[in-house]
């Protein structure tokens, strides 16, 4: 079906489509793709790439956020990560803000240098890691920057290298990736690089780039078939996994929001928050949020940043600015208040 619009240029005014809000856990696993604006580089020498990977390592360090695979290519990068104590888009805005303030500065240019809005695909873990590892570190050859695979296993700037066992890299998880194909390190290796190999012919990998069950079942004309027979399957661009999972996905992002919504229309705000906890713990609303190591302290400092986090949506900034401390703070306690709560 072929449709026709026909309209003055001047008259009509698109509307904007609201932006989907990231979704993230603790444990989640993230495919991040990052690209130059306009399709221009954003790393033009190894100084540049060198300066990223220290600032992604540094980043991945304080916030315990484990590096499954990556991979440098001049006009964009991808990275396989894993949430720990900072939520991703924390760890990606601190990354991307630091490194295009210190790339303007030596290129003397202004303006952004990142599209505004990276990819984020929330992936199902055991079903597609392994396939995600390769479609990643397979990059640079497909791109043309190796000429083949032999050239890959010794490339600095990308994760295969290191999984290879050809270059260390202390803040990348290769162990968590080699479990995955051996019971030893050398067998796992040679099992690894193998399975990378097979996966050289396979191209560009369109199924591994989110919507959830419309590509895990064979794609749109699958679903269309399937729809005919009045079986719908749950999609999400920003998800990647099996029907259980995006539907799992789903359910517990809008049970969060659905607490925050509830939450503000009772009023209550980050000081409500402190007046709850300090009825909880039986305190004083004061001392709920001051400074310093008492246990009840901690705790209720704990529990505060858990729901100012997870429950009003604050950001671990916005948090740290009231209480005083430091992001990594915030984070860490948020997971222990997780558990108390």
Known sequence: MILCFSFHPQSVTLPIMPRKARIDAAGALHHIIVRGIEGKKVFRDDADRENFMDRLANLLLKSKTRCFAWALLPNHAHLLLQTGLTPIASLMRRLLTGYAVSFNLKYHRHGHLFQNRYKSILCQEDAYLKELVRYIHLNPLRAGVVPNLKSLDRYPWVGHSAVVGKIKQEWQDTEYVLSYFGDTRFKARAAYRSFVERGVSEGRRTDLIGGGLIRSAGGWERVVKLRKASLFMKSDERILGSGDFVEEVLKQADDQLDRRYAMRAKGLDFDGIVYRVAHLLKMKPADVSKRGK???????????????SR???????????RLKICQSSVSRGALRGETIV
């Open 294 to 308: 008492e246990p009840q302290t901690v705790k209720a400092r704990d529990v505060l940043c858990y729901w100012a």
């Open 311 to 321: 429950e009003l949506g604050m950001t671990t900034v916005e948090i740290s600015k």
